[in-house]
């Protein structure tokens, strides 16, 4: 094992800014794994009893269909594509066995994604800042992911909570983007955690 | 111009990348045929009106979709996955019987 480093390091400072009541919480929340899965047209159905039995999630079928647990979380975000996460370390090196290349592919994004974790009442207020969608909680439930892109950053967001989101960015922008989003938290107060 | 994804819902098109016209079909890539190429390459039917047409959600999704687009007015009457395309393609200028 070894030991995991931050980008945001130079940067994440926990406490609180601003006076008054909090509105949004920022935090990395760094899972061991970060792995994308893909299918082949038609073994859709396949890779997500695949993702069941590796992972114990069951991801629902369906466009931009997730579920979040405490440790773990699992999303589609394009066609027949999902992206997993776990706390624990070694789902990419487990997940190739199940995935025959008759099936789909395994893509080991751990070291490749940083994941900042935004949470609080206005939370979708500080995203909708960021982004032209509609981040409600009728148009994404709790679990469900999205595919989109702020300027030249892409991102991946999943609703782990009611009003707590996870942004999978790539690693080499997490930094900016982390700063992006800290002014546009001000507004709000915000804290680091 | 809001761009409805058969996966992602309406999303703005600046999340979207035009890629040309739909209906080209390459040459065999073994062809010496001048005249093919250069239509492949260089005619376009320029329609002023309803338009097929495919784009890649490339902020996005990044599946590649078939649209059909009134150029006159920017209004997208049909959004569907290119690789599901089904509609039978317009017979294109060059292919029009004289």
């Known amino acids: ?193 | 111009m809001i761009i409805t994804c058969p996966y992602c819902g309406p999303r703005d098109s600046s999340e979207f990348v035009y890629q040309g016209e739909d209906g080209r079909t390459r040459p065999d890539p073994a062809s010496t045929d001048q005249a093919a190429w250069n239509a492949y390459v260089y005619d376009r039917v320029n329609t002023a009106g309803e338009h097929e047409e495919i784009w890649q959600h490339s902020g996005g999704c990044r599946a590649h979709l078939r649209l059909v687009r009134n150029t006159l007015t920017h209004k997208i009457s049909s959004v569907s996955m290119a690789r599901h395309a089904t509609v039978p393609r317009r017979r294109r200028k060059a292919e029009t019987p004289a």
């Open chain 1, 1 to 193: 094992m070894v030991d995991q480093l931050s980008p945001l390091a130079p940067v994440l400072t926990p406490g609180r800014q601003g006076q008054g009541p909090m509105g949004v919480v920022l935090a990395e929340i760094a899972p061991g794994s970060i792995v994308q899965v893909a299918a082949w047209a038609g073994q859709e159905s396949a890779l997500i009893a695949i993702v069941r039995d590796a992972t114990g999630l069951a991801l629902p079928d369906g466009a931009g269909g997730g579920i979040a647990t405490d440790t773990k979380a699992a999303f589609g975000f394009a066609p027949g594509k999902f992206l997993l996460a776990d706390q624990e370390e070694g789902l990419a090196a487990a997940l190739p066995k199940a995935v025959t290349s008759a099936l789909g592919t395994v893509t080991d994004l751990s070291h490749g994604r940083t994941v900042i974790r935004i949470s609080g009442t206005r939370a979708e207020w500080v995203l909708a800042k960021f982004f032209a969608i509609d981040f409600s909680l009728p148009a994404l439930p709790v679990g469900a992911g999205l595919s989109t892109v702020h300027h030249d950053i892409f991102a991946q967001i999943q609703r782990s909570g009611a009003d707590q989101f996870d942004i999978y960015v790539f690693r080499s922008f997490a930094r900016s983007f982390w700063k992006s989003l800290c002014h546009a938290s001000e507004e709000v107060n915000y804290e680091v955690r």
